[in-house]
């Protein structure tokens, strides 16, 4: 009877290690694609990039054109940048995005956070480094709707005593 106790013990606990096993394994798997490319949606108010990055000379091509033509404000470039330096990885990966919909600081939001989760699906482990940085985390921040009977979202018609 004490035998099988422990033999069931002994049981679970492999069960249980190999579960944790296959666990961590499917957390570390990189989702790529034959041509060994990473692929990641980004979102920022109305826009929306599609990025895909592979280890390259880390040029950034967004719409066809050059990052320095599509973004020509420097602001716009660094945000673009920060995941890269962020993970340590500048220079490392060239990046493909098209971008749509939105001004340019909402697409150039959308470019950043698509290839912060296109470097998580290439390298699982620097998801520890890019989480705290807040960009893997989708920015809620949209525009306020109108509102009827008002010239604006908030903005009332100006009020006239008589």
Same mark, same amino acid.
């Given at each position: 009877m004490a035998e099988e106790n422990k033999f069931t013990e002994l049981k679970s606990t492999l069960i249980k290690a190999r579960t944790a096993d296959e666990s961590a394994a499917a957390k570390t798997d990189s989702?790529?694609?034959?041509?060994?490319?990473? *692929?990641a949606t980004g979102r920022r108010k109305e826009s929306v990039a599609?990025?895909?990055?592979?280890?390259?000379?880390?040029?950034?091509?967004? =719409?066809?054109?050059?990052?320095?033509? *599509?973004?020509?404000?420097?602001?716009?470039?660094?945000?673009?940048?920060?995941?890269?330096?962020?993970?340590?990885?500048?220079?490392?990966?060239?990046?493909?995005?098209?971008? =749509?919909?939105?001004?340019?600081?909402g697409q150039a939001g959308a470019v950043r956070h698509g290839?912060?989760?296109a470097l998580v699906n290439y390298e699982p482990t620097?998801?520890?480094?890019l989480k705290p940085g807040g960009f893997l985390t989708r920015d809620p921040r949209a525009v306020e709707r109108k509102k009827y009977g008002r010239p604006k979202a908030r903005r009332s018609f100006q009020f006239s005593k008589r």
């Open positions: 989702k790529r694609d034959s041509k060994g490319r990473a *692929y599609r990025v895909w990055i592979k280890p390259g000379s880390g040029k950034i091509t967004v =719409n066809g054109r050059d990052e320095t033509v *599509y973004f020509a404000r420097p602001v716009l470039r660094m945000i673009l940048r920060q995941p890269l330096i962020a993970a340590g990885r500048d220079g490392q990966f060239d990046v493909v995005v098209t971008v =749509n919909g939105g001004g340019l600081s290839i912060s989760r620097l998801r520890p480094v």
